[in-house]
């Protein structure tokens, strides 16, 4: 992990102990900035995601502040350079391949999130606009505050969601409401986001703290490797594996586990 470019990109990293092995806390931390977004911040990410240590068994991304992320920093909607980096406007000026490769990258700071090697929470309060949705999206499991605020904003500034949010919202609330919340570009609360399955539950804000703690604690009490095996079936019955491949791949891996017990490996 670059220490020097997690320190410049807005981000904490913490490890605390587990019964059964570590949870790994990522922090946005720009609060002044309502923890806006940037590629260095994605490139960190995908750093951590490298180095993340085998007994890490959750993940927990959440904001400091009064949001979760407002989204991508404003200053990156240019056709120059930024701190070094590519603004939007510069990418649209590139050959096609180079502007795919750099996107590509910042991608890779969010996909490693849905990996079934541990489980992934993302504690949600505020705003969660942009980046910030498709940062949650990215994650196994959406707990939030009830002052949360989701909102798919790209598409009403003449973009679309890159950084993997379409597939998992899509998957999260079906096609038509996916359209709606895209196209419309309306912010989703609390409520509504419980009602259509995007968060798993919302607590008040001053207990957002404590609920995911108690959710590390439920998800990670169980033997690790069964946990990894199940968390693998049902990512691929997410993406839309057949039933009959969801069956051999359930039988593999519980021969598996069965053969570990056994000493059989």
Known sequence: M?????????LRFDLTDLADGRRATITLDRPDKLNAQSPDMWDALRGIGEALPDDVRVVVVRGAGRAFSA????KYFTTGEVDGRPGIGSLGAMPEEEAD???????EGFAWLRD???VTIAAVHGHAIGAGFQLAL?????IVADDVQFCMAEPRLGL???LGGTFPLVHTVGYARAVEICLS???VGAEEAVAIGLALRAVPAAELEKATDELVESLAGGPRAAARETLGLLAACAEGRDPAAAFAAERKAQIRLLRAMAGNT
């Open 2 to 10: 670059d220490l020097d470019l997690l320190a410049r990109s807005g």
């Open 71 to 74: 989204g991508l920093d404003r």
């Open 101 to 107: 490769e750099i996107i590509a990258c910042f991608q």
């Open 116 to 118: 079934p090697a541990r």
């Open 138 to 142: 990215a994650c196994d499991v959406r």
């Open 160 to 162: 679309v969601p890159d």
């Open 185 to 187: 570009g309306r912010r």
